[in-house]
Each structure stands twice: as structure tokens, then as C-alpha cells.
């Protein structure tokens, strides 16, 4: 599984931001799709997740905020984040989870919240 991140970028604390992740590859075996963030000297969290099924997680911190969504055709995850804030700045990475638990990772997308 091959996993392309992209949507990242410097935005105004309030303002939004669209993160989209395309899955290539063995993607009949993906359960779960997600995206982390790890911010500098911060271990990466999870923000947001899906699984194949369509069910969603979210992290409380971005609860009502972000929102993320698949699209089944394109083989593509989006991480919708509204209402921005400063320590929203982190690198985003897309994640994929088979159904033997392996994880892949896509690269870093940077976001950047600032005035």
C-alpha cells in the first residue's frame, strides 16, 4: 500500500484547511484509514480515523472541528479542519491499516497555524 498525502500549508488561526490522502496499491486489504500529527517535541497522535466500514473516531481535541471522509472510488481519505488554532501546527501523516495490523505511512504534510 502506497499512501500520498497532500493539503497542507500555513493558515490564519480560524481558517481551513483540506488534507487529502490517495491509497494505492493492496487497498482491498485496508480496514482503516486515519490521520496523525506530531507537533515538535510531541509524540504523534491520532486525530482522526475511519474504518472501512465507515465508521469514524476523533480525538477530542478536534471534535466539532475536523471532519474526516472517504471516497470510495477516488481510494481517497480527507481530513476536513475548520476552525483552526495554533497548536493545530503539526506534521500531518496519512495512515492505512491492513487486516494483518501492518501500518503504512505516507509522508508528512506540514500545517502551520499563525497570524
Known amino acids: 500500500v502506497q499512501l500520498q498525502a497532500s493539503g497542507g500549508g500555513l493558515v490564519q488561526p480560524g481558517g481551513s484547511l483540506r488534507l487529502s490522502c490517495a491509497a494505492s496499491?493492496?487497498?482491498?486489504?485496508?480496514?482503516?484509514m486515519g490521520w496523525y500529527r506530531q507537533a515538535p517535541g510531541k509524540q504523534r497522535e491520532l486525530v482522526a480515523g475511519?474504518?472501512?466500514?465507515?465508521?469514524?473516531n476523533y480525538a477530542d481535541f478536534v471534535k466539532g472541528r475536523f471532519t474526516i471522509s472517504r471516497d470510495n472510488a477516488k481510494n481517497t481519505v480527507y481530513l476536513q479542519m475548520d476552525s483552526l488554532k495554533p497548536e493545530d501546527t503539526a506534521v500531518y501523516y496519512c495512515?492505512?491499516?491492513?487486516?494483518?495490523?501492518?501500518?503504512?505511512w505516507g509522508q508528512g504534510t506540514q500545517v502551520t497555524v499563525s497570524s
Open positions: 495512515n492505512a491499516e491492513d487486516s494483518s495490523w501492518y501500518n503504512f
Open positions: 496499491g493492496s487497498i482491498f486489504s485496508i480496514n482503516f
Open positions: 475511519i474504518t472501512s466500514g465507515g465508521s469514524t
